[in-house]
């Protein structure tokens, strides 16, 4: 049974920074596409950071330059490095893993539970 577990949320003034971690069991993901999600309270789901298999990446605009996606094939493990918080970062990360489409948008089929975070001005 595949399982993402989510670490390294918690509460940060702005300007500082966090490192999530995202931990794959039953599931080798160098070969698939992985992400980085967020959905704020009252709030609709965003896509943060992606990584797939040739080590390609992409990012929100609004996080462009503050963060950094990498993986760790060898400890099957995903990180998002977050620098220069905002408050407006405030929400629950999620990772997600196996990308694939359907017909007119990517989705995941496999989500961690999430990691708050929460940065205070």
């Known amino acids: 049974q595949v399982q993402l577990v989510e670490s390294g949320g918690g509460s940060v003034q702005a300007g500082g920074s966090l490192r999530l971690s995202c931990l794959a069991s039953?599931?080798?993901?160098?070969?698939?596409?992985m992400g980085w999600f967020r959905q704020a309270p009252g709030k609709g789901r965003e896509g943060v950071a992606t990584i797939c298999s040739d080590g390609s990446t992409t990012y929100a605009d609004s996080v462009k330059g503050r963060f950094t996606i990498s993986k760790d094939n060898a400890k099957n493990t995903l990180h998002l490095q977050m620098n220069s918080l905002k408050p407006e970062d405030t929400a629950m990360y999620y990772c997600a893993a196996d990308r694939f489409w359907v017909g007119h948008a990517y989705e995941y089929r496999y989500w961690g539970q999430g990691t708050q975070v929460t940065v205070s001005s």
């Open positions: 039953a599931f080798t993901f160098s070969n698939y596409c």
